[in-house]
């Protein structure tokens, strides 16, 4: 516990970069990849180590040490937000949304895991826990998986106990219902996620929302372009009952997600941390309960879980595939699923995990 209300200056703030190949070629209905990239910070002050970290371009790397190193070192390192507001200012020039906010962000967690360690307590303590556990929904089903690779990581999620599950559509429209049908054979009567990153046109959505319904599918996340809110606002209202849509991972700031509500746009709202910071993610969740709509939190498990646990609005967590196995790769302490829910670890301090640094040096770029 840290003692009395002395000010702990951020004394160091380290970058790094890590690239991590995919197990497979990897596609959704809008991109194509075979790597991620992790940019991990490391803030140290008090004699402990804090470490946050987004999947996001290596230029984010450049923006932490050309933009924000200077805004944080020397700060109190409990003071977060008076930080928040000195990166927000230095990032002016670059434009926050984007690479600037994923930097922002990793920045951001790095503070919030060194403070939850300086206080000697898991984060979501430091947070508030408003449970103890947050279920999650498995999500991987390439549209570059084939019907045997889709049907084996989906119903081994669903023997696990996860009873939600997300696959990707609309790269291919001629081959989306075979795919969905091959799923829904695969996790009887576990719940079905589709998300198509935008690749629908309106119509062409629409057409579809009405076809994955009768396969049981309970979720359409980004039927159309995030961008078009009138038109995910239409499916929304056009879809049938018992579906959802789902939209906002590309959130990096509160005017987003406050234009998204206010448009209706989504029946849940996603947001992601590692793009709209610790503290962007609390505030989407204060948004939520004003607009009062769910919030889903799009992948980084590791970091969600804590977040998740302490958010008012939290519906569940997306157990991304990649991020997952990544996490497990990287942290010791990456969180595992216990009957389709994740719990943060509180015997742990912080965010609960340490950077495997012989392993990640394989991937280090
Ligand atoms: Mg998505």
Known sequence: MRP???????????????????DGPESDGTLE?????????????????????????????????????????????????????RMATSVRNDGRPGVASTAMAAVDASLWDLKAKLFGVPLVTLLGARRASVPIYGSGGFTSYSDERLREQLGSWVSDGIRMVKMKVGRDPERDLNRVEVAREAIGEASLFVDANGAYARN??????HAFRTLGVVWFEEPVSSDDLDGLRLLRDRAPGGMDVAAGEYGYDPHYFRRMLQAQAVDVLQADASRCGVSGFLGVDALCEAF????????????????????????????????????????????????????????????????KRADAARFAA
């Open 4 to 22: 009395s209300s002395t000010a702990v200056a951020v004394d160091r703030v380290r970058v790094s970069t890590f690239v991590v190949p995919t």
């Open 33 to 85: 990849w075979d790597k991620t990239t992790v940019v991990l910070v490391e803030t140290s002050g008090g004699g402990l180590t804090g470490i946050g970290w987004t999947y996001a371009d290596r230029a984010a790397a450049t923006l932490v040490h050309e933009r924000l190193i200077g805004a944080v070192e020397g700060q109190d390192a409990t003071g977060i937000a008076a930080i928040e507001a």
């Open 204 to 209: 062409q959505a629409l057409e579809f929302a």
């Open 292 to 355: 009062d709509v769910p919030l889903s939190a799009h992948c980084v498990p590791a970091l969600h879980a804590h977040l998740g646990c302490a958010a008012r609005r939290l519906v569940h967590v997306e157990y991304f595939h990649d991020h997952a196995r990544i996490e497990h790769l990287l942290f010791d302490g990456a969180p595992t699923p216990r009957s389709g829910a994740l719990s943060p670890d509180r015997s742990r301090p912080g965010l609960g995990v340490d950077l």
